[in-house]
């Protein structure tokens, strides 16, 4: 009920639903993704972005953070979290 969890109702990438999909596929907690495909694309994207923003400060990419955080947290089928 309510707003937690809305997130997981469709592919974040493509909006796919993922109601009926055995397996989702999560990225930093809190992002939902049909296919490795998509969450590949989307982690691609996201990187991308990070170095963009990073090379503004001068510093070495670091290692996300938030990919350990909120793991584990949602269950529907099987959850391959990264
Ligand atoms: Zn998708």
Redesign the pocket.
Known sequence: MGGAGHFLDA??????PLAGNRDIFMYRGDTA???D??RSAQMAADEAAERKAVTHHGALPAAPQAQQEQRGKVRAGSILAL
Do not use: Q
Request: hydrophobic fraction near 25%; charge should be positive; aromatic fraction near 18%.
């Open positions: 592919c974040f990438l493509c909006r796919k993704f049909c296919s495909e998509c």
